[in-house]
């Protein structure tokens, strides 16, 4: 059974910063693809930043410079380091995994929720 599971959200001011953290279970994690997406209430769930298994990066304009994505490997265990938290940073954050060799293996975990507001 596959358990993606994701925690650290929080309720913080403009500027401030969180960690947020998605715990695995039930797949080879070192062998998949990960990814944060985040849903604001109203729109549409968007990918933000993406790690692959060999650890190549890419993020969202939205994000470039302020978010910081990370796994390890031993502990099954994705990151997402969020600097200079704004407002517009507001929604709920998901965890996904995808296996690159089967587009059928797709995991996503219940979401987290962060609120950037003074």
């Known amino acids: 059974q596959v358990q993606l599971v994701e925690s650290g959200g929080a309720l913080v001011q403009p500027g401030g910063s969180l960690r947020l953290s998605c715990v695995t279970s039930g797949i080879i994690f070192s062998m998949h693809n990960m990814a944060w997406y985040r849903q604001a209430p109203g729109s549409q769930r968007e990918l933000i930043a993406d790690?692959?298994?060999?650890?190549?990066?890419k993020y969202a304009d939205s994000v470039k410079g302020r978010f910081t994505i990370s796994r390890d490997n031993t502990k099954n265990t994705l990151y997402l380091q969020m600097n200079s938290l704004q407002p517009e940073d507001t929604a709920v954050y998901y965890c996904n995994a995808r296996y690159p060799l089967d587009r059928s293996a797709n995991y996503w975990g219940q979401g987290t929720q962060v609120t950037v507001s003074s």
């Open positions: 790690i692959t298994y060999s650890q190549t990066t």
